[in-house]
């Protein structure tokens, strides 16, 4: 069974750093690219970050550019988002996700962390 | 204000055939294929179409996608209180080099 399980959010003061991790079990995770995903509270979702099965190509949302940074370790099934200079815009459920290679569509998600940034 | 334009909400009684719209441009999904989510309440996304009209394995065949030009559209027949949920469409914008979703539309059974 295909899991990805996001850990690592939490409260965190404004300009503060975080890093969430996903773990993928139930598939051979290499092949696949991966993303992340936030939804802020009582709102739609917003992509942020893909990066592709060798650690590239990386893109990122306009919205976090130069603050934060995806990484993946293929040897660890796990992905990663570090997470600095947090605002508190950046407040939402965070979502690793995987894009299916045939499709592109995202064809599973974990089950989210949450992230609060407040003071 | 997101990029795709989904309308807020939408309703229908047991049994009704519901629409949802998806709007966008020709660098998103004039120029790639639309994707739609289903979240329910309190839990993650769940794809329901990929490649305009195309299910995944699991989903009814109630569920079905159409693309013309910049829009899209989802259509759920034999409408079911189980269907109340938050429905996304997603496509590639190459103008953005990202994923870019709609707002949601919240679906509501009477």
């Known amino acids: 069974e295909v899991q990805l399980v996001e850990s690592g959010g939490g409260l965190v003061q404004p300009g503060g750093s975080l890093r969430l991790s996903c773990a993928a079990s139930?598939?051979?995770?290499?092949?696949?690219?991966m993303n992340w995903v936030r939804q802020a509270p009582g709102k739609g979702l917003e992509w942020i970050s893909y990066i592709g099965t060798s650690s590239s190509p990386i893109h990122y949302a306009d919205s976090v550019k130069g603050r934060f940074t995806i990484s993946r370790d293929n040897a660890k099934n796990s992905l990663y988002l570090q997470m600095n200079s947090l605002r508190a815009e950046d407040t939402a459920v965070y979502y690793c996700?995987?894009?299916?290679?045939?499709?592109?569509?995202?064809?599973?998600w974990g089950q989210g962390t949450m992230v609060t940034v407040s003071s | 204000q997101s990029v795709l334009t989904q309308p807020p909400s939408a309703s229908g009684t047991p049994g009704q055939r519901v629409t949802i719209s998806c709007s966008g441009s020709s660098s998103n999904i004039g120029s790639n294929t639309v994707t739609w989510y289903q979240q329910l309440p309190g839990t993650a996304p769940k794809l329901l179409i990929y490649s305009n009209n195309q299910r995944p394995s699991g989903v009814p065949d109630r569920f079905s996608g159409s693309k013309s030009g910049t829009s899209a559209s989802l259509a759920i027949s034999g409408l079911q209180s189980e269907d109340e949920a938050d429905y996304y469409c997603a496509a590639w914008d190459a103008s953005l080099n990202g994923w870019v979703f709609g707002g949601g539309t919240k679906l509501t059974v009477l």
């Open positions: 996700a995987r894009r299916d290679p045939r499709s592109h569509a995202f064809d599973f």
């Open positions: 139930g598939f051979t995770f290499s092949p696949y690219s």
